[in-house]
């Protein structure tokens, strides 16, 4: 039987439940010939009579008593899976969830969105975790609940995902740089020392592609991994650092800011999840709260 009718196991529980034609049908709100040719069906499909009579009445099968417990389990654990999902509180949910962010994010948005849950979801623990790379294997395997990132072709094409912000370069530099205190030109921001900030060690990005158009090209004087790292370098040296903008508010306070002399594209951040958890009630919460974060923050 490749396509067994499913319906067929309700029947067949309100038969073997009520031994009785009848009360089976009441049950179902069937009619009694409905009923009827329902449990002609249940025989034909399972191949035993099930029901068969006794005087006045019906007795069940041996076959039909073997059924009839893990039939009704069935129903139980099918009714329990299509149920409707209960309404969230928030107050009684424990539960840590993951995130995978880019350097910068947490020290940005990490400090209100940890403050809502802790008024909203006191039992919720965030778990942050730094994104070495784009590999999403680990929202795959559910190792990850939500990660942050900028969607590129690599991006695996099941991941559901949410804008959170558009963001683009500035450049930084220490305070008392030589830069904060003259206006900024594409010639004298390439003439400066630069850090370059790439995970996979590369020299090349945006920004130089924009000054190459100029004739120009600038220095980069070290390659580090982050953003953190880069501003920290920035901050103690005279060292330029080109980083995202609203990524790195927080890390960028008492450092002198500047617009980029070159034009460069804007880039769109966004959260990304597992399709899996798209319809569980305290992640969708989860996901509006940090939508509704980055939103309002600058």
């Known amino acids: 039987m490749p396509n067994p009718d499913f319906n067929l196991l309700i029947t067949l529980d309100a038969v073997l439940a009520e031994g009785s034609v009848a009360r089976a049908a009441k049950r179902l709100r069937l009619s009694p010939s409905a009923m009827s040719r329902a449990l002609a069906r249940l025989r034909e499909t399972t191949g035993d009579p099930l029901l068969v009579r006794a005087g006045r009445g019906l007795v069940p099968t041996p076959r039909a008593i073997e059924l009839r417990e893990r039939v009704s389990q069935l129903v139980r654990d099918g009714r329990e899976i299509l149920r409707p999902v209960e309404t969230l509180n928030l107050k009684n949910l424990v539960r840590t969830f993951t995130l995978r962010t880019s350097e910068g994010f947490v020290e940005c948005f990490g400090p209100e969105l940890i403050a809502r849950i802790g008024e909203q979801a006191p039992g919720v623990r965030l778990c942050f975790l730094q994104k070495p790379d784009k590999d999403s294997q680990s929202l795959r395997d559910g190792v990850v609940d939500l990660e942050t990132g900028v969607i590129e072709a690599s991006t695996a094409p099941e991941l559901r995902v949410q804008a959170l912000f558009r963001d683009s370069y500035v450049g930084v530099v220490r305070l008392g740089h030589p830069l904060s205190q003259e ?21 090349k990005g945006p920004i130089d ?68 958890l798209s319809a569980d009630p305290a992640h969708r919460w989860l996901r509006n709260l940090v939508m509704e974060i980055c939103a309002k923050t600058h």
């Not at 004298?188 to 996979?200: E, T």
């Not at 100029?214 to 880069?230: D, H, N, Q, W, Y």
């Open 209 to 276: 592609d924009a000054l190459l158009a100029l004739g120009l090209e600038r220095k980069i004087a070290t390659i580090v991994g982050g953003f953190s790292t880069a501003l920290g370098l920035a901050r103690g040296s005279d060292l330029i650092a080109s980083v995202p903008e609203r990524h790195t508010a927080n890390l960028r306070q008492g450092m002198f800011s500047f617009p980029l002399p070159v034009r460069t594209a804007e880039f769109t951040v966004s959260l990304l999840w597992h399709p899996r």
């Open 183 to 203: 206006e900024i030109t594409p010639s004298s921001y390439a003439a400066g020392k630069h850090i370059f900030v790439s995970r996979a060690g590369l020299d």
